[in-house]
């Protein structure tokens, strides 16, 4: 099977910054794509930035000139660096990817489990 697991989340103050991790594990045949969606409280999860392995991304306007998504191939791992956080940004932040875990299935979406990310004074 393949495992997502995300790391890096904590409590930071308005203006900080945090990094999160994601390697992916196990059965991976191809990853087209990675990426980070986060969702706060009551309110419906929001894809934050996504990445293929060309390494072109895509950005949530909110965060663009804050938030910088990067992937190591080599290491099947997605990082998420946010710098000048803002308490909006307070939210459980998930990982996915898009593997394939042979050459004859098509792509499906596994999910990490997600980290908690808290900005406050």
């Known amino acids: 099977q393949v495992q997502l697991v995300e790391s890096g989340g904590g409590l930071v103050q308005p203006g900080g910054s945090l990094r999160l991790s994601c390697p992916a594990s196990?059965?991976?045949?191809?990853?087209?794509?990675m990426g980070w969606y986060r969702q706060a409280p009551g309110k419906q999860r929001e894809l934050v930035a996504t990445?293929?392995?060309?390494?072109?991304?895509i950005y949530v306007d909110s965060v663009k000139g804050r938030f910088t998504i990067s992937i190591d191939n080599t290491k099947n791992t997605v990082y998420l660096q946010m710098n000048s956080l803002k308490p909006e940004d307070t939210a459980v932040y998930y990982c996915?990817?898009?593997?394939?875990?042979?050459?004859?299935?098509?792509?499906?979406?596994?999910w990490g489990q997600g980290t908690q990310v808290t900005v406050t004074s």
């Open positions: 996915y990817a898009n593997i394939r875990v042979e050459s004859r299935e098509t792509f499906r979406t596994f």
């Open positions: 196990g059965n991976i045949f191809e990853i087209s794509n």
């Open positions: 990445i293929r392995r060309s390494g072109t991304s």
